[in-house]
């Protein structure tokens, strides 16, 4: 395709996430259009669908991807469900944006680095969406141009309201929440996780039975750094998600200004009157704008046939990171994270 022709983008998996990327894509990114959806629940599919022009619906995911109406993928699906779909994306050539976690586990990872690696071409970014927030940018922009000296420590904090589904076990905790810390930790240090240890303390009573929520992770960076996350994905008040770094010479912090506006209100039941503002209520608020900047990026680079975002190779090894966790999260021990050779891969 050439430069000035806009990309035809199919989406996979129109739920809150994949409805959410819809919208975008349709409304606020240059140089794209929505031209297709699919969904196992068609009927949702083809509501989604009828509130845009020109949108058609696909009875399955392959179908989508295989259409030569479609020039490039978002795939909001379930990641048991990315495995078959990137490599039909990778056997198609169709350049993909993959919610995390690109897979399940880290051999199935690898399947997908390797089908990449052999069509010759890059096209596959992970939606590590952090990368893209503006605080968090500057943040690592911060830390490259050594302002705070060497980095040395990273606080995460990462909570949701709540998760209604009780399929959301403890380790889809780890999979699925922690993964976005997993990816952040690599991103700021520049190095991969050695080791991670992942606790459980005594569990909100407001979880799903037997869940453990919160959970506490800590990670040994292969350069000796440290990297503590907590991970509370039943909060109650809505979606807190900061990050600390501790530098040798000062410390940055990303995420507080989250609330929007500060405000001070009178208390009409006593004498006291309040400060604050409001809590982002999930993450397509939290992180809208972040979300907006990533598949903006995402769409530039597929039209000229190129990767500018996290690549398949970092989720590979944040999926081996979360694994090790998973074990780490049942034996209460540390866990060291063993990947294959980058180089040497084939
Ligand atoms: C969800 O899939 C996300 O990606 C959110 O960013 C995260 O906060 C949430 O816990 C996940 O379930």
């Known amino acids: 395709m050439t ?25 606020r990114i240059s140089g794209a259009r929505l031209v297709a959806v699919s969904d196992p629940d068609r009927p949702r599919a083809e509501e989604l669908a009828s509130g845009y022009d020109g949108v058609s619906v696909h009875d399955d995911a392959t179908g989508l991807i295989g259409s030569d109406a479609v020039d490039a993928v978002i795939l909001a699906s379930p990641g048991s469900a990315h495995e ?17 976690p690109l897979t399940m586990d880290g051999d199935s990872s690898l399947r997908v680095i390797r089908a990449e690696r052999e069509s010759g071409r890059s096209l596959i970014q992970v939606g590590f969406m952090r990368r893209f927030d503006p605080e968090y940018a500057e943040l690592k922009r911060l830390l490259a141009a050594g302002a705070l000296g060497r980095l040395l420590l990273v606080h995460n904090t990462h909570r949701n309201k709540a998760v209604p589904s009780p399929e959301f076990r403890s380790e889809i905790i780890v999979r699925d929440s922690l993964v976005h810390e997993v990816d952040v930790a690599r991103f700021l240090f520049g190095e991969e996780i050695e ?3 992942v606790l459980r ?44 770094a501790v530098g040798e010479r000062g410390t940055v912090t990303a995420g507080l200004s989250q609330t929007g506006l500060y405000t001070t209100r ?4 006593g004498d006291a009157g309040w400060w604050g503002g409001p809590v982002a209520p999930d993450f397509t608020v939290r ?24 690549t398949a190779w970092d989720g590979y090894a944040s999926t081996a990171v979360c694994s090790a966790g998973v074990e780490s999260l049942q034996s209460g021990q540390p866990v060291k994270v063993t990947l294959a050779d980058r180089e040497v891969l084939s």
């Open 266 to 269: 009178a208390n009409l039941d």
């Open 201 to 244: 303390p005594a569990p909100t009573s407001l979880a799903h039975e037997g869940v453990a929520d919160p959970q506490v992770a800590i990670f040994r960076m292969s350069g000796g750094g440290i990297v503590t996350t907590e991970v509370f994905v039943n909060c109650q008040t809505g979606y807190e998600v900061r990050c600390e």
């Open 195 to 197: 080791e991670i240890t």
């Open 287 to 310: 992180f809208g704008r972040a979300y907006d900047l990533e598949v903006q990026a995402w769409a530039d680079a597929a039209r000229t046939g190129t990767v500018t975002g996290p």
């Open 84 to 100: 078959e779909q990137l490599l039909a994306c990778i056997e198609h050539g169709k350049p993909t944006l993959c919610e995390k």
């Open 3 to 27: 430069t000035s022709d806009s990309l035809r983008v199919g989406i996979v998996g129109v739920g809150m996430m994949g409805s959410d990327h819809a919208r975008r894509v349709a409304s």
